[in-house]
């Protein structure tokens, strides 16, 4: 199998570009600096390209079996660009002929199975106070995401990220359902995305995750 990283000179893209080349995968590796990427490997290819680069996007994308995107807001104005970058991913995977995307997300993009509380919406109010441009990016391409026609996952992140080993304790599911911990290792994240390659079972769906 062959899989498409987008975002993989971050932490947890590089945690999904090892954990997929451990698993005996092809990795083709989108970057805007590959040279950030550390992990090397004869089944790793490196793609240097800007999320606006409609050329390299459709490089690394074509042959591909699934996409993987550890895209997310960092606080910089680049964030700007991110929903446009996932919209022409999603437009090349179509054009391409691939179809399936597991994709991260965070607790900011509402679900409908959510049963929402005081706590999530303290929450989403302190995002959306502290990096608007953030929130509203984690909400605009959550939705392009579950309006396309690709055979989606979204992975929405629950915890303050760690750079802990993989433990793949997980607790997934959905906000008033689940009880769910304030931390989640960057490696269990990507071991989950990973898991998703081998499953349907979150379909078209947006579970939350943490350890």
Known sequence: MK????????????????????????VIAH??????????????VKIAGELSDRDTIKTAIEGSDCVLSA???I????????????ATILSVMEQCGVTRLVALSTTS???????????AKLRRAMVKK??????????????????SASDWTLVRIAAVLTSTPVS??????????????????????AWFMLEQLDTAEHSRKAPAISN
């Open 130 to 147: 502290g990096r608007p441009t953030s929130y509203n990016q984690i909400v605009e391409y959550s939705q392009l995401i579950r309006a």
């Open 168 to 189: 793949r304790q997980v607790s997934v599911g959905y906000l008033g359902k689940e009880r769910f911990h304030s931390r989640l290792s960057r490696s269990d994240l």
């Open 71 to 73: 895209l997310g807001p």
């Open 75 to 86: 606080g910089q104005p680049s964030d700007e660009e991110l929903s446009d970058g996932i």
């Open 31 to 44: 970057a805007r600096d590959t040279r950030k990427i550390v992990v090397d490997s004869p089944r790793l």
């Open 3 to 26: 899989v498409t990283v987008f975002g993989a000179a971050g932490r947890t893209g590089q945690d999904l570009v090892q954990q997929a080349l451990d698993r005996g995968l092809d």
């Open 109 to 119: 993009a509402q679900d409908v199975q959510d049963r929402d509380s005081f706590r």
